[in-house]
């Protein structure tokens, strides 16, 4: 995770370098960014504003926590917010160390849970405004986060929060291989939810039929789990949450444009028959780092770009699709192919290649899974 820290007074600024010494040591592979906008403190006071540093940072953040007031954290953020589904977490911890409050993205962006583990750590008492957390009800988009998962639209995702709030409760059913969640999902839940059958297995007329026996009226609203882009919608509208389950490795020539990247992708995806919000990682040899196209395509979907240089891809078990020409370029045989693998084994404690080097003009896409999740 990569945390973007403000301070604006003195004593704010020794909470931060207290919360980060804390922080560093349950949390070793964090990247902690701290800044300090301070005229008391001039030898490490930043020379531009926190609103002009927070607009610098916000779309490569993972989380953002000012140690200020709440209305500096506002007004620092207002300009730069897009989308609940990509905004960082933003944390609001006032200079006492006494209030930390989830500011933004509580459920998607894990804000939320963000504020209660700062507030552990430094004595504080946490504050939670969303309305599922105050009433412990279900949360559709805080679900998904916690499970990998992505929200398809977050339209029907609210009316589903709204449908929880106002006590209906919410059929899910799950796709082939996810019916172990959707399982554990409704036992956690049972008063919000009940579990239908698998509809890729039903017809039209059987729609709605719960194993629950709840009843139909509140068919016509439910979540799907699951990531295969030809299922039947189960429900009249179905929220589908696609599982992060696969990475893309990719092959290009220098400036691709990002559209070529993105309609190699799709057509890929769509081939094998997952839908495209399934992509969890796009990766590629250290020799693409600054490809613009494939830094375009994976800020706009909110995924990581992983590289990895020549010798890890060589160290990548497996038989792959072997080009001389591709070797002589980066000194690997198969590029796209070993950068899946190697993005799945990085995600996971396992990768497996689903699908081999395809070419869409100019562009190679291969396809991993991952395993079970480090």
């Not at 590029?335 to 003009?361: F, M, N, P, T, W």
Request: proline share 2%.
């Amino acid at each position: 995770m990569t945390l973007y820290m403000f301070a604006c007074t003195k004593k704010a600024a020794v909470l931060m370098r207290d919360f980060e010494d804390k922080w560093k040591e349950g949390h070793q592979g964090d990247e902690l960014i701290g800044r300090i906008k301070c005229s008391s403190l001039p030898e490490v006071s930043m020379k531009e504003s926190v609103s002009a540093s927070v607009a610098e940072c916000f779309g490569r953040a993972d989380a953002i926590v000012f140690f200020a007031a709440a209305g500096i954290a506002v007004r620092s953020i207002a300009p730069c917010l897009r989308h609940k589904s990509s905004d960082p977490a933003v944390v609001v911890v006032d200079e006492t160390g006494k209030f930390c409050i989830s500011l933004l993205s509580g459920h998607a962006g894990g804000a939320n849970a963000l504020a209660e583990q700062i507030a552990a750590l430094i004595g504080a008492t946490p504050v939670i405004t969303t309305a599922t957390d105050r009433e412990g009800r279900f949360s559709v988009d805080d679900f998904a986060r916690k499970h990998n998962m992505a929200v398809t639209d977050w339209k029907l995702a609210k009316e589903i929060s709204a449908a929880v709030l106002a006590g209906r409760k919410i059929g899910v059913c799950a796709g082939k291989g996810f019916e172990e969640t959707a399982a554990q999902m409704v036992k956690q839940y049972f008063e919000e939810l009940y579990l239908t059958e698998n509809s890729m297995e039903k017809k039209a007329g059987e729609q709605g039929q719960s194993l629950s026996d709840e009843p139909s009226q509140e068919d016509s609203l439910g979540i799907y789990i699951g990531c295969d882009r030809t299922v039947e919608s189960p429900f009249a509208r179905t929220l589908v949450l696609a599982p992060r389950i696969l990475t893309a490795g990719i092959g290009c020539r220098k400036n691709t444009p990002v559209h070529r990247i993105a309609g190699a992708l799709e057509r890929c995806l769509k081939e094998e028959g997952y839908c495209e919000e399934a992509l969890a990682a796009v990766a590629s040899i250290d020799l693409k780092a600054e490809e613009q196209g494939l830094i375009q395509y994976c800020k706009k979907k909110n995924i990581p770009f992983l590289i990895f240089s020549a010798e890890q891809l060589l160290q990548i078990q497996g038989e792959f699709n072997d080009s001389d020409f591709v070797e002589q370029v980066t000194g690997v045989a198969n590029v796209c192919e070993r950068s899946a693998v190697a993005a799945a084994e990085r995600l996971s404690i396992a990768g497996r290649l689903v699908c081999r080097k395809k070419i869409y003009d100019g562009v190679t896409v291969a396809l991993a899974k991952v395993g079970k999740r480090k």
